[in-house]
């Protein structure tokens, strides 16, 4: 079967095959596939009059709605490089953003415009509005309104290119140091792992797929391009219902949901707020999860309140988007540790590798090293484009279960969360696991504090003490591995994507860290 | 005496080894079970007791038995006090 390469022709065979179909459920706005690709085309024109050229980046600092896709796919029928960036993110984060890759024009929420004036980036760049035409005061950079869009023309556009290596959007995630890094994905990578997911779950024009994830969060190219390319639904759900155990669930059934993707968390919310155990979904056929582990507690729960759904656990950096895949076919037993994260997907290959770049053997852990069509073009840095290492070293350390060159791939953590206690190795993942198993702890996190092992504890039971979390410990760590310093929070900090934002845990514990007195007389007056 | 020396390794492991999390913890709970007690922390514990009552445990009494509970460690420091309380310096 020939398949379109490219994203900016996704939608428009189903505009024609099917223009009444429902392509992307808003809150206030529904958008048929029709609609979608007029609009997409529209933005298209707009874009290049407003001299868009083929290779810019148009920025798409918009909350997730039907608006937002087809600026999206306006933006690639340009030829340009769509980036969406995160609404909540803060001023100075846009500003290296927009410096880095060179940002000229943007579509944004007028709300958010006022975020650009303060950073003073505002005036450089010429402005797409989605809604309201208002436009903020103190902003001499050009705007365009939304009734712009609206009367531009809707006439298909001469490809601008045929090539599926082009570069599609960039993605930009939290490098280690702390300075963005623009993740280059072309239109073959990000529709190398789509179509690939589509055909494992037999994705078909009847599914409603939920929008959960943020888009620039690598998570929803799945939902956006898989759900466009097949022709079913993309039903967008807002972040402060996503926030929200039962209004999630509540949408999920209401709106016939059949297929969702998630970082776990997004899960156990609904499990923990939500009523999901008693009310279940029956509607749910996919349930994919990928982003951060699964505690085997929450996922057996997630299970036994969803039967009918298969549950596949996806794994992969941005990267390298989706390399690996396991079904989780039936619950893992209670006492397990941890489930595989399976086998290569979307025509990857991997390998393992020790120190010295040499194959490691089965069961041993190394590190994973990935080539094929997912792996990104690069890293766009400062306008210089840094072709990717290939294979792509992920800094994730792995271990191939026994069974040769079939047998599935167990995590064990990422490179950077190996820290040294004393001397001895330790994988902070697994602390983490441990501390997850015991059944008052809802979430945990480990750190290296200070030489010390710290952990930050959200417990599901509030007569969980220090104590209890320490023998729990004694009972399965070795004892460099069992944190010194417990802390037991009642809510942890999260990022935009739900997931726990380990550097804001870590900078709490730091700067509370109880360090014992350091000298007998503050001991005495500590008496 | 006694008290005193018993309520300050009390407090010295809870702030220490617990968080400063008492609930749960008395003067019997089980250092070892409890994974508070292992080399690094028998090397504190050891310079805690000589620091604040002036007691040097030999190597042979550093072991499980002598330091497994706050009562077993307040015995071994009472045990090992100079007579009469001569030159133990309390914290105070």
């Not at chain 1, 529709?191 to 797929?209: E, G």
């Not at chain 2, 040097?56 to 009469?84: F, G, M, T, Y």
Request: proline share 7%.
């Amino acid at each position: 079967m020939i398949r379109i390469d490219r994203i900016d022709r996704l939608v428009t065979g189903w505009a024609s095959q099917a223009p009444d179909q429902v392509a992307v459920e808003g809150g206030s706005e529904d958008m048929t596939y029709g609609e979608l690709d007029a609009l997409a085309n529209r933005f298209a024109h707009l874009f290049k009059a407003a001299g868009v050229a083929p290779g810019d980046r148009v920025g798409v600092h918009v909350p997730r709605s039907p608006r937002t896709i087809a600026a999206m796919l306006g933006a690639a029928r340009a030829g340009a490089v769509y980036v969406p960036l995160d609404p909540s993110s803060p001023p100075a984060r846009m500003k290296v953003i927009a410096a880095d890759c060179g940002l000229r024009h943007v579509v944004i929420a007028p709300e958010l415009l006022a975020n650009w004036v303060a950073a003073s980036i505002g005036d450089e760049i010429e402005h797409f509005f989605l809604a309201a035409d208002a436009v903020p005061p103190g902003l001499s950079g050009k705007v365009h309104a939304w009734s712009e869009v609206q009367t531009s023309s809707a006439d298909p556009l001469a490809p601008a290119s045929d090539n599926p290596d082009d570069l599609a959007y960039l993605l930009y995630t939290s490098g280690s140091t702390g300075t963005p890094k623009g993740v280059m994905i072309s239109h073959r990578n990000a529709l190398s792992f789509t179509y690939w997911a589509a055909d494992l779950i037999s994705l078909s024009p009847k599914d409603r797929v939920a929008s959960v994830a943020p888009f620039h969060f690598d998570l929803s190219v799945f939902d956006v391009w898989a759900t466009l390319s097949v022709g079913a639904t993309l039903v967008i759900v807002d972040e402060a219902t996503v926030l929200s155990g039962p209004r999630m669930l509540d949408r999920i059934r209401g709106k016939r949901i059949t297929v969702w993707y998630s970082v776990p968390s997004a899960l156990v919310l609904m499990l923990d707020h939500g009523d999901l155990a008693a009310r279940g979904a029956s509607t749910l056929r996919v349930v994919f999860f990928a982003g951060e582990v699964f505690a085997i507690k929450h996922l057996r729960r997630a299970m036994a309140a969803l039967p009918q759904a298969r549950f596949f656990n996806l794994f992969g950096p941005t990267e390298t988007n989706v390399c690996l895949a396991h079904e989780v076919s039936s619950p893992p037993a209670e006492d397990a540790l941890a489930i595989p994260i399976g086998r290569p997907s979307c025509g990857d290959e991997v390998a393992i590798l020790d120190e010295r770049g040499q194959p490691v053997a089965d069961g041993e852990v190394g590190e994973l090293f990935v080539d094929g069509p997912t792996v990104m073009l690069g890293y766009w840095n400062g306008g210089q484009r840094v072709p990717a290492r290939r294979p792509y070293p992920t800094g994730d350390f792995v271990a191939r279960q026994s069974g040769g060159a079939d047998g599935e791939l167990m995590y064990h953590g990422r490179r950077d969360h190996m820290v040294k206690i004393r001397g001895f190795r330790v994988e902070l993942g697994e602390v983490e696991a441990a501390l997850a198993g015991h059944p008052g702890i809802r979430e945990a996190v480990a750190f290296a504090v200070g030489g010390r092992l710290a952990a930050a504890v959200l417990p599901s039971d509030a007569e969980l003490s220090v104590l209890a979390i320490k023998r729990h410990c004694a009972g399965r760590l070795p004892p460099y591995m069992i944190p010194s310093e417990v802390r037991i929070f009642t809510e942890l900090p999260r990022t935009s994507s739900g997931k726990i934002d380990r550097v804001r845990v870590a900078s709490i514990l730091a700067d509370a860290n109880p360090q014992p007195p350091a000298n007998p007389e503050e001991r005495s007056r500590a008496l | 005496m006694q008290e005193r020396i018993r309520a300050s390794i009390h407090q010295y492991i809870v702030t220490t080894w617990l968080s400063g999390d008492e609930r749960g913890f008395d003067d019997d709970t089980d250092l070892l079970a409890a994974g508070i007690l292992d080399s690094f922390s028998t090397l504190s514990i050891t310079a805690y007791l000589d620091e604040n009552f002036h007691v040097q445990l030999d190597p042979s009494e550093i072991n499980p038995a002598n330091l497994r509970n706050v009562n077993a460690i307040v015995r071994i420091v009472l045990a090992k006090l100079p007579a009469n309380g001569q030159g133990a310096a309390s914290p105070s």
